[in-house]
């Protein structure tokens, strides 16, 4: 790919990324290239449309919600720097979410993707409203998403229903991050929670 | 003082008008003083130049000359093919430059600092890092760094083959024929497949592989998980708009275009050096040689086909059509250096419809200067339009307009009936609609495959060293500036063994079968996209109720593998 634009990453950017996230310095090169490349604009930032624009993440059921992935960590950094807006992903941020989905390495000081962050980034998927826990309604909606109108929606329910039963364990009508990641405690979560990135 | 004297002695008596006396003679008259020592410098350079511009003049006029001719008559005198072979050798030294480079860099940095520098990489990342960059420039380094002579063996065979290792004093010959060995294009495509990426053809499977392998029968909040991965891998890379960028090189070729590592050129002060020359090269000589050389040949194409479109219908008119055209044909090729080899003479195409993978506006052109064709295509305006129409005059070509639905139907209609005639020449089209960077082939049009007739495959692949033929962005006039800065235009054309439909074979079924065998014949990655997902990729937004039919797809996919379990164990969920 055309590499225009790597004089655009300063040394100090890279160093900080490798220390945040853990990806090599060839590696964020890489990425850096993809993300010029998904930059139409070339605004130097990622818009829903720049991420929806990929087909193969635009026929994704979870599409959506991956997106929405790489804006929420805005939402929360908002909070404490008022001038980022969360209508657009600049480089850091977009590295800091695939961070999440680095292979864990055994002898290596894992941050972002440990299989805590893992676990946590599926929860946020179906967190919809950010507020820490999964209700039933939730629930539905991931399914709606991923299986569509192929069932009836009494059949979506029950399974709904049968989800939060298995999970929710203090039965208070909604499923924590805790319950979350004991039902998930024998899921292979390093290996589908990863993703091999080149260098 | 004693530079002076020099110049006294020996440069100003060469000089022709002698500016120097003339120069301190002015100053005398007018300023009463000596010049300074940077006049005089100036002096001598002015006079050095001026004195040498005519004979750099005639220099450029004979290499000028020289190069024209290689272009016109070069084909009969293969001329051409030497050249790629002396581009060859240029980009095989080049690619062992860079590895010396590379590899000084790294022995000089681990002695200054004794330890590894990058602290967050361990061993692992930085051998598998290495291995990588020989793979990506066609090398495969077998010793570690500590030996004096480092060994190299060139991926001439299956990059796992431990055969063909050759120390790096060995001739230049050598190698080159290693390189030459590699004729077999399956070889070719395993080089340039990256490992450990996730290849296109498996992107889909592996979605659909890692489903199978899940012990889960009920839905279990860890059945996203493989959504969100491919999701993510998507985002990190994917397959279409890899398919519809610049092809990775294996080897550096002194472009500045295609610059992936640009440390190692920056270091080596012979890489700089080669690349400025290369640079002179191909702006000074080689572009407003091939200028002249398009201009020239179009205006004799244009002529000789208008005389030939004035000739009465008939036997005669089309023999004199396929020799003028393909001789015209071979002259305008001759202005981008083209080198076209055809393989498989004996399936040469002969009435029907031929189709082919598309990557470039000229493919037509390239496909004609060894056989007769019948082109269909879009009707365009500029350049290529003002062609277009030259050549209509001459034999039966189809133009039609896209968008008109009418012309849509009557274009069929032209086509039927033009296979009709089996002493017509083949017609030519490229199914796939738009032009895609050679290494996918997307999902052919069915229209030509509804016609009753032979379909003849052709095969093209492009090699993208000497120059990159692709073209996905930009107007025609940069495309073509494009092509004549680079070295040449490289591609092998394979004729496949007719096919025709099947007795009871869709239209769609046929042209996929078409499709693969091509595919298969030059290693192209089938994908399972139409050629509506490139205006996904550059931004139009046609391609709505192609996403949504393909999302259903998927969450039929998702459904099926939560499909009833074999057992009555009541914590599994059953659905009808």
């Known amino acids: 790919m055309g590499n225009k634009h790597s004089l655009m990453l300063q040394d100090s950017d890279i160093k900080s990324i490798q220390a945040d996230t853990g990806f090599s310095a060839s590696q964020i090169e890489r990425l850096y290239s993809r993300f010029t ?39 929360t950094s908002a909070r404490r720097a008022p001038h980022t807006s969360d209508c657009w992903v600049n480089f850091k941020q977009f590295v800091r979410v695939l961070a999440h989905f680095r292979p864990i390495k055994r002898n290596q000081e894992n941050k972002l993707n440990s299989r ?45 229903e049968r989800t939060m039963l298995e999970a929710d364990v203090d039965n208070n009508q909604m499923i924590t991050f805790q319950e979350f990641c004991t039902i998930l405690e024998r899921t292979d979560v390093e290996q589908k929670m990863s993703i091999k990135f080149l260098k | 003082m004693d530079y002076l004297n020099h110049v006294r002695n020996y440069v100003a008596p060469a000089l022709e008008n002698d500016i120097w006396t003339t120069i301190d003679s002015l100053r005398k008259v007018f300023l009463h003083e000596e010049p300074s020592t940077i006049e005089k410098m100036y002096a001598c350079f002015w006079s050095a130049m001026s004195s040498a511009l005519p004979y750099a003049a005639t220099v450029y006029w004979y290499i ?121 294009v399956a070889e070719h495509t395993e080089m340039q497949k990256i490992p450990g990426s996730i290849s296109c053809e498996n992107q889909q499977k592996s979605l659909d592989g890692s489903f199978k392998k899940s012990e889960e029968l009920h839905f279990s909040l860890d059945a996203p998980m493989v959504y969100l991965s491919a999701g993510v891998r998507a985002i990190v890379d994917n397959c279409v708009n890899s398919s519809f960028s610049r092809e990775q090189l294996k080897t550096w070729n002194l472009l500045s275009r295609t610059i992936v590592r640009k440390k190692e050129i920056a270091k080596s002060r012979t890489l700089a050096g080669f690349f400025f020359i290369g640079l002179i090269i191909r702006y000074c000589f080689l572009m407003p040689m091939r200028v002249l050389v398009l ?69 037509g052109m390239i496909l004609a200067t060894d056989n007769c064709y019948d082109m269909v295509g879009q009707r365009t305006k500029g350049l290529l339009g003002m062609f277009m129409s030259a050549l209509a005059k001459s034999s039966a070509h189809i133009w039609f307009e896209r968008t008109d639905a009418r012309d849509r139907q009557a274009t069929t209609r032209l086509l039927w009936e ?26 052919f049009r069915k229209g030509a495959f509804e016609v009753d007739c032979d379909i003849f495959p052709i095969a093209i692949k492009f090699d993208p060293v000497y120059g990159d033929a692709f073209w996905f962005e930009g107007g025609f006039t940069s495309y073509c500036m494009s092509m004549m800065t680079s070295w040449a235009i490289v591609c092998d054309v394979h004729y496949l063994p007719p096919m025709r439909r099947g007795q009871d074979e869709s239209a769609s079924h046929f042209a996929n079968r078409v499709r693969s065998a091509i595919a298969k014949k030059v290693g192209l990655v089938e994908l399972p996209w139409n050629s509506l ?23 039929k996919q998702f459904l099926r593998e939560l499909s009833p379990s074999q057992t009555s164990d009541p914590g599994v969920f059953k659905f009808r």
């Open chain 1, 37 to 75: 490349s998904l930059d139409k604009g070339n605004s130097g930032s990622l818009s829903r449309e720049d991420f929806l624009r990929i087909p193969e993440l635009a026929i994704n059921p979870l599409g959506d919600r991956i997106v929405h992935a790489f804006f929420q960590d805005n939402t």
């Open chain 1, 116 to 160: 805590e962050e893992k676990l946590r980034f599926a929860f946020k998927m179906y967190d919809l409203d950010d507020d820490g826990s999964i209700t039933r309604d939730e629930v539905l909606a991931v399914l709606h998403m991923m299986v569509g109108e192929n069932i009836s929606e009494d059949q979506l329910i029950s399974i709904a």
């Open chain 2, 64 to 184: 000028f000359t020289t190069l024209l001719l290689v272009a016109t008559v070069g084909r009969k005198l293969k001329l051409r093919r030497f050249y790629i072979q002396v581009l060859d050798r240029v980009f095989s030294w080049v690619a062992v430059k860079m590895v010396v480079t590379a590899n000084k860099e790294k022995m000089r940095r681990r002695m200054s600092l004794g330890e590894v520098d990058d602290l967050t990489s361990d061993d692992d990342d930085e051998s598998e890092s290495e291995t990588t960059f020989y793979r990506d420039i066609g090398l495969e380094k077998q010793e570690n760094l500590d030996e004096e002579v480092i060994q190299y063996k060139i991926q001439a065979e299956h990059p796992n083959s431990s055969q063909n290792s050759k120390s790096l004093e060995s001739s230049w010959e050598e190698i080159f024929s290693e390189i030459e060995k590699t004729e077999t």
């Open chain 2, 295 to 363: 201009i020239l040949s179009l205006t004799n194409l244009s002529l000789w086909t208008f005389m030939v479109g004035r000739l009465p219908q008939g036997p005669f008119k089309r023999m004199i059509n396929a020799y003028v055209v393909s001789w015209g044909f071979d002259f305008v090729a001759g202005s981008l250096s083209v080198v076209a080899r055809f393989h498989d003479k004996h399936n040469r195409p002969s009435g029907g419809i031929a189709v082919a993978n598309h990557t470039s506006p000229i493919d």
């Open chain 2, 418 to 443: 033009h296979t009709q005639h089996p002493e017509l020449p083949p017609i030519l089209i490229f199914p796939e609609g738009v032009c895609v960077n050679n290494t996918a082939i997307l999902e």
């Open chain 2, 533 to 555: 997902v490139k205006s996904s990729v550059f931004g139009t937004e046609k391609w709505d109720k192609l996403k949504v039919d393909r999302q259903r797809e998927q969450q």
